[in-house]
């Protein structure tokens, strides 16, 4: 069961990724241009995520536990360090200099446009070249997908 609804999440994910521009790099880009010709069209799309995202998260947490699982993980961590502020840089420059958010790319890569595989393989290496940095020059045990 919880493969289906992961199959059916993934797929109306990439829809509505689809449907609003997000897999279109001159899009993202054109919205990302506050300062120039800003292209407004994405603005939906993310208020549309918040309004949704502030409504049905208040709602789920009312439940004693989530309807696949037997609790919720939440994230504890609430500090702003230099990691999350380096890592959001980072984040945002590539986002901002490819139009290509992670999501919306491995989406594209069935467009069988080049420039997505491209994009999908430096982030993949990117992620392998990061957890590599950290295990050998932080000395620490990399968390998240990496375990």
Not at 118 to 143: D, P, T
Request: charged content about 15%; some cysteine.
């Amino acid at each position: 069961m919880n493969g289906l609804v992961a199959l059916v999440s993934g797929f109306l994910f990439a829809l509505g990724l689809g449907i609003s521009g997000m897999t279109r790099p001159h899009i993202v880009r054109g919205f990302l241009d506050v300062f120039g010709s800003w292209d407004w069209r994405l603005i939906g799309v993310m208020g549309g995520a918040i309004g949704i995202h502030a409504i049905t998260y208040r709602l789920i947490l009312k439940r004693s536990s989530p309807i696949l699982g037997p609790k919720f993980q939440l994230p504890t961590k609430k500090d702003i360090d230099m990691r999350l502020i380096i890592g959001s840089m980072l984040f945002g420059l590539g986002w901002g200099w490819a139009g290509i958010c992670p999501g919306p790319g491995l989406v594209s890569v069935v467009s069988g446009n080049f420039s997505f595989l491209y994009f999908v393989g430096a982030m993949l290496v990117g992620m392998k070249m990061f957890q590599i940095f950290e295990q050998k020059f932080l000395n620490k045990k990399v968390r998240g997908i990496y375990e």
